[in-house]
T-cell receptor
């Protein structure tokens, strides 16, 4: 049983396209993270959300606590956005993170 | 340092060899996590420290895996008698307090041959 489900698993987009990656979770959470992992590189935390919406540059993250769903949007996508995007939730009853399996994004020039 | 530092970055071990993976968290960070990420998968929780106390080790896959953080800063993940299925990237993350933003290290890629 996966506590965190992401979709799509793989995504190819043309440069400039608007991209949405979805995350659904089944546990009660105190926070949700969107992470970015480049090939061979470490993980960078993009956003930490507990409610509402956050924006940073071309990236927007939203969360709906009642529906247990979050989305990561990338506007005006660029080839340097190509990476694996991972949704991770911190369960509110403990200290454990649950991770989605990631969405592999490729942006073609 | 400015970030979470892990060493070595890459490790090739012969089956049966013992390995030790090091994590240097951000100075002053209380919480420290270890994760295992197999190829093509998301990270899987291994263990969690708050200062020097190991509060959760439920994710350690077998008794060959051992983690410590004796002084509440640097942590070491030790794998004894490595097996091929131990091949993965081992990630470390730290945060000032539980629930506050986490910083991840670049990981150690372990290959057991």
């Amino acid at each position: 049983k996966n506590e965190v489900e992401q979709s799509p698993q793989n995504l190819t987009a043309q440069e400039g396209e608007f991209i949405t990656i979805n995350c659904s979770y089944s546990v009660g959470i105190s926070a949700l993270h969107w992470l970015q992992q480049h090939p061979g590189g470490g993980i960078v935390s993009l956003f930490m959300l507990s409610s509402g919406k956050k924006k940073h540059g071309r990236l927007i993250a939203t969360i709906n606590i009642q529906e247990k769903h979050s989305s990561l949007h990338i506007t005006a996508s660029h080839p340097r956005d190509s990476a694996v995007y991972i949704c991770a939730v911190l369960q509110n009853t403990g200290n454990q993170f649950y991770f989605g399996t990631g969405t592999s994004l490729t942006v073609i020039p | 340092g400015a970030g979470v530092s892990q060493s070595p970055r890459y490790k090739v071990a012969k089956r049966g060899q013992d390995v030790a993976l090091r994590c240097d968290p951000i100075s002053g960070h209380v919480s420290l996590f270890w994760y295992q990420q197999a190829l093509g998968q998301g990270p899987e929780f291994l263990t969690y420290f708050q200062n020097e106390a190991q509060l959760d080790k439920s994710g350690l896959p077998s008794d060959r895996f051992f983690a410590e953080r004796p002084e509440g800063s640097v942590s070491t993940l030790k794998i004894q008698r490595t097996q091929q299925e131990d091949s993965a990237v081992y990630l470390c993350a730290s945060s000032l307090w539980t629930g506050v933003g986490y910083t991840f290290g670049s990981g150690t890629r372990l290959t057991v041959v």
